[in-house]
């Protein structure tokens, strides 16, 4: 089946320091990729996304590239600030199964002053 | 425009009792979805609605839980009797079509705690 992993956190760093968050898929066909966020206190919501190979999601100065060589989609933000501080999850949507989609386990970060 | 409405948002049961959550999407959405969050974990797909039929269950334990979405409007889950291991975070989400590309809303979710 599906699956999506990702880097195991906690992260943290400190404000204005460069961010990476690992995210790596196993699918079937051609998904789409998505990363959400959840902020402390607040529900899941969409972060970025991308639909197909090599299309760039960028969104709040975050950015990921959906690779198919490598099955990846890492996140990564130039300068983070404390209000990024938030659990990430990156997740696929199957486009061979209806939509189905699979989340991985988040990774959370915190950004300190 | 609103947004996906749950409820009730804490639930605290003994196992083997039964209990019921509550889900209104987004005025329009075709596409409906239960998930269930474990602490620690992402959230994993229990049932996904497209108006009022079933698209897919594959991992709804159909032996205690049960959904509907009577309608094609709001959705109902159940889990009857409950087991310590259902301890999480039920959330509900949805996409105004197939959710193939689209963008998926969640609603804040149910803290359900078996004791």
Redesign the interface.
């Known amino acids: 089946g599906n699956s999506?992993t990702q880097m195991e956190g906690p992260v943290t760093l400190s404000e204005e320091a460069f961010l990476t968050i690992n995210c790596t898929y196993t699918a079937t066909g051609y998904p789409?990729l998505?990363w959400?966020v959840q902020y402390p206190g607040e529900?899941?919501?969409?972060l970025l996304?991308a639909?197909k190979a090599d299309d760039k999601g960028s969104n709040k100065g975050f950015e990921a590239t959906y690779r198919k060589e490598t099955t990846s989609f890492h996140l990564e933000k130039g300068s983070v600030q404390v209000s990024d501080s938030a659990v990430y999850?990156c997740?696929l949507?199957d486009?061979t199964?209806?939509?189905?989609?699979?989340?991985?386990?988040?990774t959370t970060l915190t950004v300190k002053p | 425009e609103a947004g996906v409405a749950q409820s009730p948002r804490y639930k605290i049961i003994e196992k083997r009792q039964s209990v019921a959550f509550w889900c209104n999407p987004i005025s329009g959405h075709a596409t409906l979805y239960w998930y269930q969050q474990i602490l620690g974990q992402g959230p994993k797909l229990l049932i996904q609605f497209q108006n009022n039929g079933v698209v897919d269950d594959s991992q709804l334990p159909k032996d205690r839980f049960s959904a509907e979405r009577l309608k094609g409007v709001d959705s109902t889950l159940k889990i009857q009797p409950a087991k310590l291991e259902d301890s999480a975070v039920y959330l509900c989400a949805s996409t105004p079509l197939a959710g193939l590309t689209d963008t998926q809303y969640f609603g804040p979710g149910t803290r359900l705690t078996v004791l």
Do not use: E, H, R, W
């Open positions: 999506v789409s998505f959400y529900g899941l919501q969409l996304k639909t999850f997740a949507s486009n199964n209806a939509g189905k989609s699979t989340f991985g386990d988040g």
